[in-house]
């Protein structure tokens, strides 16, 4: 008896040997990095102490703290084993280059002894968003927080915001506060470096071990039960999230064997991801349209969402899949929405004067009014649907997709007589129409990117609506449809129904 009991004691720590050894070649590659605190100092407009693209409405008056980081590490540098038979499966080329870059965090206040002296403080639902902050401009944008950053301080949500590439570190360090910026204090980025593009993946999976690592002395979140970590990211920035959930997620573990991130939501994306080397001689940023890794193949839930703009300019109808082909995925496509918004473009705006003492619109004479059809309210609701299935196991709704056609061989979206696009996520504004939703503008630079809205004349709205009262019981029971559907929430719906009451005044 003696022997079996020290043979199956022998086979546990044998068993718990190989799980440690199994986690540590899957963990994310180095140690965790380390943190330095930048100074915060909200309204320092002539030094510019404040982190670039600062959030510029009152965060302490809701209950949170922005806080900016220098995030120190060396990350790994990542070829495919295969790339012609177009696997995930990656080995490292160049190990454990250093890199300097910058975290932006903007969490709930610390409730109780609330040491930080602020007047309010938040509780913490355990959840924290990281965003990839897009660099599509050459510096960092961060469009999921300004499109959903309400629901996440209703939910007392954590967001990350980290800079991943070379450009935009280099901008911060080099270009910031330099002509033909205004002038700013250039040594608050003196010290960043991303000499490769290929150290993002590192990057996103150690940055992530910090902020699971409760007693890290680095955790900016340290003090907070963190439950949870869920990727996220726009436009340029999705491209990031399917190269790392397909050939990263299953390789970054905690010490405890399970993974950094719990989830993805991958939003306003194209039809390629970036390939893991990145931009070289020898290889390109992105995959070639039709490789078999622009689909998305990981075990953890996901959530994609496109508009109108992402299905026609960039074509992103060739990486759709439903939950038929992949379990843990939901693919929605939102009709009536556009990559920029009225909404979006204001609050984006706000970064571009202060910061940069540009205009506040990379469109700034719309050849068509903006887009007045909000896609932050869809988002923040599919943003919640993909927590609860996360954190409970509950299915989200179905895979939404907008109906296709075919015009002189060409794949486009199908629309009514009104020129509205048919199927897909369908919000209220677009139930109930005032006119026609578009997804692009005119004009130079990013004005294609912007959406549009043409009024319906006098005629065809007194053909839909004889009454401003029967206007508004249509509008209700479209937010009432949408709610039902998944994909409006409660203050969301709130907010719909009195912008209604200012409509056709």
């Not at 009104?418 to 990013?446: C, H, I, M, W």
Request: net charge negative; with cysteine; charged share 20%.
């Amino acid at each position: 008896m003696a022997r079996t009991h020290l043979k199956t004691f022998r086979d546990r720590l044998l068993a718990a040997t190989a799980l440690v050894i199994f986690i540590a070649e899957h963990a994310a590659a180095g140690a965790l990095p380390t943190t330095q605190i930048l100074p915060v100092v909200p309204g320092d407009e002539e030094t510019r102490s404040t982190p670039f693209i600062a959030w510029f409405q009152d965060l302490p008056a809701q209950g949170y703290v922005e806080e900016e980081y220098i995030v120190s590490g060396a990350a790994n540098i990542y070829g495919y084993v295969d790339d012609s038979s177009q696997r995930p499966e990656v080995e490292v080329l160049t190990p454990d280059v250093p890199y300097a870059t910058r975290m932006l965090v903007r969490r709930p206040a610390h409730c109780g002894g609330n040491r930080h002296g602020h007047s309010a403080c938040r509780k913490f639902n355990g959840t924290v968003y990281v965003e990839v902050l897009n660099a599509t401009a050459g510096w960092d944008g961060d469009p999921i927080w300004q499109s959903t950053h309400e629901y996440m301080i209703r939910e007392g949500a954590a967001w990350i915001g980290m800079s991943t590439k070379p450009v935009t570190v280099n901008f911060l360090r080099d270009g910031w506060g330099q002509p033909p910026w205004p002038p700013r204090n250039t040594s608050r980025y003196a010290g960043l470096s991303m000499p490769e593009f290929g150290q993002v993946w590192d990057m996103l999976s150690q940055i992530g071990g910090l902020l699971k690592t409760p007693n890290s002395p680095g955790n900016p979140l340290a003090g907070f039960d963190v439950k949870r970590l869920i990727m996220v990211g726009y436009s340029q920035s999705a491209a990031y999230q399917v190269t790392y959930a397909n050939s990263f997620h299953h390789r970054a573990q905690t010490p405890y064997g399970t993974p950094i991130y719990d989830g993805y939501y991958i939003s306003a994306g194209g039809a390629s991801a970036k390939h893991v080397t990145g931009p070289t001689d020898t290889t390109p940023e992105s995959l070639a349209r039709g490789d078999d890794r622009n689909l998305t193949r990981v075990n953890a839930p996901v959530v994609r969402f496109q508009t109108q703009t992402e299905i026609v300019n960039f074509p992103s109808y060739l990486v759709r899949q439903s939950e038929t082909d992949f379990p843990l995925l939901r693919f929605y496509e939102m009709a009536g929405g556009s990559h920029v918004d009225a909404h979006l473009n204001a609050v984006g705006g706000q970064a571009l004067v202060r910061d940069l003492g540009l205009p506040p619109s990379f469109c700034p004479d719309p050849a068509i009014p903006y887009n007045p059809i909000r896609i932050g309210y869809v988002q923040s609701a599919v943003m919640e649907a993909l927590e609860r299935w996360i954190t409970r196991g509950i299915s989200p709704p179905a895979s939404r997709f907008m109906e296709l056609t075919m015009d002189a061989d060409v794949t486009v979206l199908a629309r009514d007589a009104d020129g509205n696009a048919l199927g897909g996520v369908r919000p209220p504004k677009l139930q109930v129409p005032l006119g026609t939703y578009v997804e692009s503008n005119t004009g130079p630079g990013f004005c294609g990117l912007f959406g549009g809205f043409a009024p319906f004349d006098d005629a065809r709205l007194a053909e839909l609506y004889p009454t401003r009262s029967a206007f508004l019981r249509q509008f209700d029971r479209a937010i009432l449809q949408s709610g039902r559907e998944g994909f409006l929430l409660l203050e969301d719906a709130r907010a719909l129904h009195k912008e209604a009451r200012s409509l056709l005044e």
